[in-house]
């Protein structure tokens, strides 16, 4: 569960916030060292004093692909160790985390973030099929559909065993 700031802004909202300014000023930059989240938390300033929360979440509680440890947010993803990026629909997570929190509410953060969440909508939708071509586990789908192309799969499977004993 995360814990309201001052401002009332909930910690998880925060670091979603932090990490989209991130993504908006590099659009270059795939992902992020969970230090410069924390970094970007601290000059933006959006807590009086930067709640140590900020790490734990960026590196546990909003990260969509590992378990929930209380947390259970689908706010970043862990694309190495130590770097995060925002979710994005298409990436895998921990079923737990299965109807989680995403975005934050727009009513929830202040008003000068509200336009994040439209950027966020368009950032969101970049080509799924380009990011699935460009994933290196998925561009192997279909590979070898053409060792059976001129036989069965089981006079094939009968040809490998050939001279066993």
């Known amino acids: 569960m995360s814990v309201a700031a001052t401002a009332g802004i909930k910690v998880a909202d925060e670091v979603w916030i932090v990490t989209a300014l991130l993504h908006r000023e590099h659009p270059e930059t795939v992902d992020?060292?969970?230090?410069?989240?924390?970094?970007?938390?601290?000059?933006?300033?959006?807590s009086k004093n930067l709640r140590k929360v900020i790490y734990v979440h960026a590196i546990q509680h909003c990260v969509a692909n590992r378990a929930p440890n209380s947390g259970r947010y689908r706010m970043l993803v862990e694309t190495a160790p130590g770097r995060r990026r925002l979710f994005r629909a298409g990436d895998s997570y921990d079923p737990a985390r299965?109807?989680?929190?995403?975005?934050?509410?727009?009513?929830?953060?202040?008003?000068?973030?509200?336009?994040?969440?439209?950027?966020?909508r368009d950032w969101g939708k970049d080509d799924v099929e380009e990011r699935i071509k460009n994933d290196p586990l998925l561009a192997l789908y279909g590979d070898g559909k053409d060792l059976w192309a001129d036989e069965k799969a089981d006079d094939y499977v009968r040809r490998l065993r050939e001279g066993w004993e």
């Open 98 to 120: 299965e109807g989680a929190k995403i975005v934050p509410r727009r009513e929830e953060i202040p008003a000068r973030y509200i336009s994040l969440l439209d950027w966020y």
């Open 32 to 46: 992020f060292a969970v230090e410069e989240i924390v970094d970007r938390a601290k000059r933006e300033g959006l």
